[in-house]
């Protein structure tokens, strides 16, 4: 249900906590107020004012928080585009969007190409977006969402996904990073074929370094001419540079494990904190220990490979796309045990079933039940800075949480209720089974497709 | 036809005929275009030219089954490419009438030992390959000399062929347009079959509804000239067809997956035509299915990738020998323009990967005759045929060979082309 209840207070009674932070209260109370964690224990009062939840037979955890995301935007493609070359599942573009921020074929770095580093996606969510109330269904009170169209998307914000009036009450956090998309994500697309540069890997790569480069002088620049701008030409101004400079992180994408090892190569040469995402190849050992060795963290797209529904009959899978559709969802696991630090990402999936299977893959496949919550609660509130505001259940942490009977990744286990921001929501019931398909993008949706089940939404 | 005046007497060498047993120390005797003798001890008639042939070996020349020549002479420069015209069904356009005597390219196969090829017109109006979309019906490909003074002349059938470019399923085309590997697809928006298999299927199930239709037009047309009703117009597009109709001329079919060549085998059938099915791939797959029905194929590039990238490295260079296993009549075809001097490579590689010497001898040679209908009078050395002949200082599937003489319809034709002539006017740069 979209509409929330408020109360002052609410006290969930005599329930199970899974505090993530902490060691698990078998049987305790949480009292939320004000939006805010009050408190949590074993022995804390219910407070005469609160609305009291009888928590027997339920569990309590912290809110879900996807860690790079596109819900509460409007319409849009899926943060999958996102993920570019990862694999043919993920190559949908986005390239309408990319087209209109390079109306001419770009000649060079000069012209900026595929570039809105200085958009702020807190400026643009809402609560009737894409995806907020399905994905709060499914046990998620935030997400970190970014913009993903061009080679530098623009700056992203950690969320609440509640469902109110304004997109302004549901930003925690903004900006919260620079999302730079690396391969054929738009414009005129590659390989010469007059879209303008970049076109090819080199080029992007050299675009990303300039950027930098240019960013780096234009710093030097501004802040000698603020310090004294007599007899000095002042500096042009440049919002492309403003956009970088104005961001604490960059994300930047790395499927395969040769990605990874160039992307830390890259990143080094960019001196800026960075994050990677995508992930697929992270099942490798290779992968982990490049990963522990750079001590980055790498965000992991849950949204493991498939088979093609509509392939080719007579087309035989490589040995490599199917070693990759087998462990993919191992890397998780994988990640843990090499102590690299990551969190889990949606990456168009949507449905509370699909988000649900997708956990289950990655524990099925080695990943403990607890390391697999940490990696959607606590771990992505520390990649992105927020860990002092959310993740966990503690005290003067906002009142994110998940009601559930059961265990939250089983399939059977009903989300009874939902708190973001110390609003309670139930979930919506579950549409029935096939009746959406947009947990999968079909690697030849096209544009116009996308744009029309964001509309559906 | 033209024929050499001059009688020639090729003495004391070993003939490898194709069709027979070599014959050691024999002489050839050639006389107004034809082979007029060959023997031990023969007397030279008077007034012939003697060709001391002593540790030289006499071979049919070769040829080439899938070539573009005399239609396109520098591939990237549109001005020296005839190649084909727009259009879906152009059955009526003639590649022979397009034939440059003089295009550079003969001379250069020539020395290499090729003394006729298979021209094919293909789609791409005026500009080449792939100008003109799609095409189903590109012409009729013509078998040709390598040497003639006029494309009337080079002529050993005007019409050896009817070119069918059967639709491909799932953009994969022939060797060479074969799948990408997936690290290369990932990087294409929208490959990968973008819009899905079922999509592709659609399309080619519509595409070949397109060529049986064509079809059914030229047999309803073929009736009505039959009957000559009055008010019968004639169409040379749909007259072209007859004879393909009647079994006359073969369907060249340019089809590369098992599938496609699968429904392509059922199309003749039903359509009671014959076929020659040109660069196949898969042939493990579809062999059994060729040999049952008595469909030869002409086989394109040997030295080429795999397919996929698990195939087997030797994929492509295993399929003549996978050919010959299954009993499917076969030859050689380079499909390149610039490479059809390499024709005995080919053969020779596929040698290499478990052909049989003799095999690809009469692959590209006896083979090709007599797939495209002329298997009495070129392909090899035989007394009353074409003298179409070379004379080599070794096999001509050697790199390491040399051809000395080459003989098409009797005359012997100047082992000399542009390489040749810059070579001669630079070593003599003082």
């Known amino acids: 249900m979209a509409f929330a209840q408020s109360h002052p207070a609410v006290a969930i009674h005599n329930a199970k906590i899974v505090t993530v932070s902490g060691s698990v209260i078998n049987k305790g109370t949480v009292v939320v107020r004000n939006g805010l964690i009050d408190a949590v224990g074993e022995n804390v009062a219910v407070p005469p004012d609160a609305m009291l939840v009888e928590g027997e037979g339920l569990t309590v955890y912290p809110g879900l928080i996807d860690s790079l995301s596109n819900w509460g935007q409007a319409g849009g493609a899926s943060a999958a585009a996102a993920a570019g070359r990862g694999g043919r599942g993920t190559t949908a573009a986005a390239p309408a969007a990319a087209a209109a921020v390079t109306a001419a074929p770009a000649r060079g770095p ?255 496949a080695g990943l403990s039940r607890e390391d697999a919550l940490r990696a959607l609660t606590l771990s992505p509130a520390e990649i992105f800075g927020v860990a002092d505001r959310m993740g966990s259940i503690e005290k003067g942490k906002i009142g994110n949480l998940v009601v559930t009977r059961g265990d939250i990744f089983e399939n059977s286990t009903k989300v009874e209720m939902v708190f973001v921001d110390g609003r309670k929501y139930v979930p919506a019931p579950e549409t029935p089974a096939g009746g959406r398909g947009a947990a999968t993008d079909d690697p030849g949706r096209n544009q116009a497709e996308v744009n029309q089940a964001g509309v559906k939404q | 036809m033209v024929l050499s005046a001059e009688t020639i007497v090729i003495r004391n060498a070993d003939v490898y005929p194709v069709t027979g047993a070599a014959m050691m120390g024999v002489t050839v005797i050639l006389q107004d275009g034809k082979i007029a003798e060959i023997g031990a001890k023969l007397l030279p008639p008077k007034g012939a030219r003697i060709i001391e042939g002593k540790g030289l070996r006499v071979y049919p020349g070769m040829i080439d089954s899938g070539t573009e020549l005399g239609l396109s002479e520098v591939s990237s420069t549109r001005e020296t490419v005839d190649t084909g015209e727009i259009g879906e069904f152009m059955p009526q356009l003639r590649a022979l009438s397009a034939v440059n005597p003089e295009s550079e390219h003969f001379g250069v196969v020539r020395v290499n030992g090729i003394t006729s090829v298979m021209t094919y017109p293909a789609s791409g109006g005026g500009g080449g390959r792939g100008g003109g979309g799609s095409q189903h019906i590109s012409g009729q490909a013509a078998l040709i000399h390598t040497d003639g003074w006029t494309w009337e002349d080079m002529a050993v059938d005007r019409s050896a062929a009817m070119h069918l470019i059967f639709p491909s399923l799932g953009g ?46 030229a047999r309803q047309y073929q009736k009505e000239r039959a009957a000559n009703a009055p008010g019968f117009k004639r169409d040379l597009k749909l007259e072209a067809m007859i004879p393909v109709l009647e079994g006359k001329v073969p369907l060249a079919v340019s089809a590369s997956r098992a599938s496609v060549i699968h429904d392509a085998i059922a199309f003749a059938e039903k359509q ?137 319809k009797g005359k012997e034709v100047p082992l000399v082309n542009k390489q040749t002539r810059l070579y001669e006017k630079y070593m003599s740069r003082q």
């Open chain 2, 172 to 217: 994969r085309g022939g060797r060479g347009g074969g799948m990408a590997p997936d690290a290369i697809l990932d990087m294409i928006p929208g490959a990968a079959g973008a819009a899905g298999f079922t999509a592709a299927k659609r399309t080619y199930d519509a595409q070949v509804a397109k060529i049986v239709a064509f079809f059914d037009e």
């Open chain 1, 110 to 364: 000069e012209d900026r190409p595929q570039t809105t580093s200085w958009l702020k996606i807190a400026d643009e969510v809402s609560p009737t977006g894409r995806g907020v109330e399905t994905a709060r269904s499914a046990g998620f009170t935030s997400a970190v969402t970014f913009p993903t169209r061009g080679i530098f998307g623009g700056q992203g914000a950690v969320i609440d996904l509640i469902s109110g009036e304004k997109g302004a009450e549901m930003i925690v956090a903004s900006p919260t990073g620079q999302y730079i998309a690396i391969g054929r994500t738009g414009g005129g697309g590659g390989g010469g074929m007059g879209g303008g540069f970049p076109s090819s890997l080199m080029g992007y790569i050299a675009y990303v370094r300039q950027i930098y480069l240019d960013a780096e002088h234009y710093k030097l620049v501004k802040d000698a001419y603020a310090a004294n701008p007599n007899g000095m030409t002042r500096p042009e101004y440049d919002r492309a540079l403003e956009g970088v400079l104005e961001s604490k992180r960059i994300l930047l994408p790395a499927n395969r494990l040769v990605e990874i090892d160039r992307m830390i190569h890259l990143a080094a040469d960019l001196k800026q904190p960075y994050i990677l995402y995508g992930g697929r190849e992270a099942y490798r050992p290779e992968a982990a220990a490049l990963l522990k060795k750079a001590n980055i963290a790498l965000l992991v797209s849950m949204r493991w490979p498939e088979k093609n529904r509509d392939a080719d009959p007579d087309d035989v899978d490589s040995v490599r796309t199917l070693e990759t559709r087998d462990k993919a969802a191992s890397a998780p696991a994988m990640l843990q045990k090499a102590g690299v630090k990551f969190a889990l990402y949606s990456d168009g999936l949507e449905a509370s079933r699909d988000l649900k299977a997708a956990v289950k893959k990655a524990i099925d």
């Open chain 2, 272 to 408: 009671k035509v014959k076929i020659v099915i040109l660069q196949p791939r898969d042939i493990a797959k579809v062999g059994a299915e060729l040999k049952a029905k008595n469909i030869p194929v002409i086989l394109g590039r040997v030295l080429a990738l795999p397919d996929t990238e698990d195939s087997p490295y030797d994929e492509a260079f295993t399929q003549p020998a996978e050919a010959y296993k299954a009993g499917v009549k076969f030859a050689f075809g380079t499909f390149n323009n610039e490479f059809v001097r390499n024709l005995p490579y080919q053969a020779a590689t596929a040698v290499g990967f478990g052909l049989p010497y003799d095999e690809a001898l009469k692959a590209v040679t006896i083979n090709a005759a007599q797939i495209w209908g002329h298997g009495n009078e070129i392909g090899s050395v035989e007394k009353g045929k074409v003298a179409d002949l070379i004379v080599t200082t070794g096999d001509p599937l050697e790199i390491t060979t040399q051809v000395k003489y080459l003989f098409i």
